[in-house]
DNA sequence: TCCCAGGCTCTCT
DNA sequence: AGAGAGCATGGG
C-alpha cells in the first residue's frame, strides 16, 4: 500500500514521543505494531510504502497517522504567533496520531516518571507477556484480561510502582467506570476528571490520553519540558487563537524544547 | 555512586 | 492549597 503525503514526516510524527511500539530500523524504515499486527512503513519523498497492511482501508492508515486532519489550517492559525511559528517550523512534519484508547492510556501510566526507551520495553515486555500473540506480534492486551490481576502478577514486565495503576486502570475501564465513548462527549474538564478516577492518572497522562488516542486537540499534557517551555516562551500563556488545538501547538513546543538545545538541560 | 526519567500519591503544614 | 519526600527500575 502507498500513501501519498503532503508537509509530513514519518519520523517526527513516530519520534515525538506519542507512541511506544514502533522502532526505526537499519534502512531508515519503521516497524510497528498496530490493526493487531506488525506493520513496516518506509517514507520517500512525499509518498509512504506501507507493508503488512494490504488488506486494510488506506483511511484506516491515514486516520492512525493523523494525515486525515486539516494541519494546513491548523499550522495557519498557530503561526499567527512567532514563537509558534519557530516550533513548528522545526518540524513541521509532526502530526497527532489516534491510537487505540486502552493502549494510549497504559503506555501513558507506564510513563511517569520514566524515559522513552525504558517505556517501550515495559511496553513490549506487557505485550509480549499478557497480549495475544497473532500475526507475527502480539496484541496489546485487552483492559477486561489485566483486570483479574494483582500487581505481583506483573512483576514479569518491571515497570515498578506502576504495576498497581495498570491493574486499577484495567479494573475501571472495563466495568465502564471509565468509557472511551463518554470520554470523546463530555467537556474536557469532565473528561479530564474521569480518568483521574484511576489511581496513578494525574492531569498530565490524563491530557495525553484525551490528546493522542481520543483528538482532543484542546487537551494540553505539561510535563516538565512543556512547563519550563511555556514559563519562558509563553509567560502568560498562549494565545486565545491557540487554545482550541492547544495540544497540537503542545506537540510542537514539546519538540522543539526536547530537540532545538535552546533549553540544554532541567535548570 | 549518584542522578535522572513526557508524574503521581501521600503527608504535613 | 501548596510544598516536598518517596516511589521501582535501569541507563548514563
Not at 19 to 25: A, E, G, K, L, Y
Not at 51 to 76: A, M, N, V
Not at 150 to 163: E, V
Amino acid at each position: 500500500m502507498q500513501i501519498q503525503t503532503k508537509d509530513f514526516s514519518l519520523s517526527q510524527t513516530l519520534e515525538c514521543g506519542q507512541c511506544f511500539r514502533w522502532v526505526r530500523t537499519a534502512d531508515n524504515a519503521y516497524v510497528g505494531t498496530a490493526f493487531e499486527r506488525s506493520i513496516s512503513i518506509e517514507q520517500r519523498g512525499d509518498t509512504l510504502f506501507l507493508s503488512g497492511c494490504d488488506d486494510l482501508e488506506r483511511t484506516d492508515l491515514e486516520h492512525y497517522l493523523g494525515l486525515d486532519e486539516p494541519y494546513e489550517e491548523y499550522k495557519r492559525i498557530l503561526s499567527q504567533d512567532d514563537t509558534l511559528r519557530t516550533a513548528i517550523t522545526f518540524a513541521p512534519g509532526i502530526r497527532i496520531m489516534k491510537q487505540p484508547f486502552w493502549e494510549t492510556l497504559c503506555s501513558f501510566i507506564i510513563s511517569q516518571n520514566n524515559n522513552i526507551k525504558r517505556i517501550m520495553g515495559i511496553v513490549e515486555r506487557l505485550c509480549e507477556g499478557f497480549g495475544q500473540a497473532q500475526c507475527g506480534c502480539c496484541r496489546f492486551p485487552d483492559a477486561q484480561s489485566l483486570s483479574s490481576l494483582c500487581a505481583d502478577d506483573l512483576a514479569p514486565i518491571r515497570c515498578g510502582f506502576r504495576a498497581k495503576y495498570i491493574v486499577d486502570a484495567a479494573k475501571l475501564v472495563s466495568d465502564g467506570t471509565v468509557s472511551e465513548k463518554a470520554l470523546r462527549e463530555l467537556p474536557l474538564d469532565e473528561a479530564r476528571e474521569m480518568l483521574m478516577k484511576i489511581k496513578g492518572v494525574g492531569p498530565k497522562v490524563a491530557d495525553c490520553v484525551l490528546l493522542f488516542s481520543l483528538s482532543r486537540y484542546d487537551a494540553f499534557p505539561q510535563d516538565v519540558w512543556i512547563k519550563r517551555a511555556m514559563s519562558e516562551l509563553f509567560p502568560s500563556g498562549l494565545p486565545e487563537y491557540a487554545k482550541p488545538i492547544a495540544g497540537i501547538a503542545q506537540q510542537y513546543i514539546f519538540h522543539y524544547a526536547r530537540m532545538s538545545g535552546i533549553f540544554s538541560q532541567k535548570q
